[in-house]
């Protein structure tokens, strides 16, 4: 797992942005607190971070504070999203799922009004699979079920949703925490998604 970390030296070095943009964006919360890795190295303690996740979060909030505040960023990014709950219908309109997946849900799980945060999460993520072309209906189902049973257990926390097939056989699972998983070779991994990331861009969707 150590080439997944950047040095603090290194992130700044390849991203331009300087030691006080940082620690002011980490006291606005656009960084959360726990990818501030602290570890010991021979010069000292020394801070890293999760590499891709630290560069994909620099890079998207450069990109997006020219065009609003910092305070406004830190809301789009606030878990007080996660409380939202948007009509069926702004689902489509604000091209958050597709109306092909919500029709989808409606079908397994009949008519809802109203989406709360986390069933919005289940079809977002549902959606990009489905667009992707790497699933179909059945085995939509299959991964709707999963999420319904034991997302819930992580309580907004990060993860990953592993999709696999074996021998035309497919499967799912969540994993609580991002790490290296190895399967036999007939065990293909067909999707890997980081829930975190979701999130965020689904918090960006509804903001």
């Known amino acids: 797992m ?8 290194e992130l700044l070095e390849l991203t331009g942005i300087s030691y006080g943009q940082l620690y002011r964006w980490k006291r606005k919360n656009l960084i959360p607190e726990e990818w501030f890795i602290k570890k010991s ?4 303690q020394e801070t890293f971070f999760p590499k891709e996740r630290i560069l994909d979060r620099v890079e998207k909030i ?18 007080n999203l996660m409380e939202t709950v948007l009509e069926s219908e702004k689902l489509v309109e604000k091209n958050i799922v597709s109306k092909t997946t919500l029709d989808f849900y409606t079908q397994k ?14 079809l977002y993520i549902l959606d990009k699979m489905f667009e992707s072309g790497k699933i179909n209906f059945d085995e ?3 991964i709707l079920k999963l999420l319904e049973e034991e ?3 992580f309580k907004g926390k990060g993860g990953e949703l592993l999709f696999l097939r074996k021998l035309g056989i497919s499967s799912c699972c969540l994993v609580s925490n991002i790490c290296d998983i190895y399967f036999e070779d ?20 509804i903001a």
């Open 62 to 79: 450069k990109n997006m504070k020219g065009d609003v505040s910092l305070d406004d960023l830190a809301d789009m990014l606030s878990p």
């Open 41 to 44: 190295t021979f010069t000292g």
């Open 151 to 153: 997302y819930p257990k």
């Open 140 to 142: 939509g189902e299959i």
């Open 186 to 205: 007939s065990m293909k991994i067909i999707e890997r998604m980081n829930l975190s990331d979701l999130i965020e861009e689904l918090k960006i969707k």
């Open 2 to 9: 150590e080439d997944d970390l950047i040095s603090k030296k």
């Open 109 to 122: 799980r009949g008519e809802v009004a109203k989406f709360a945060f986390e069933k919005m999460l289940y």
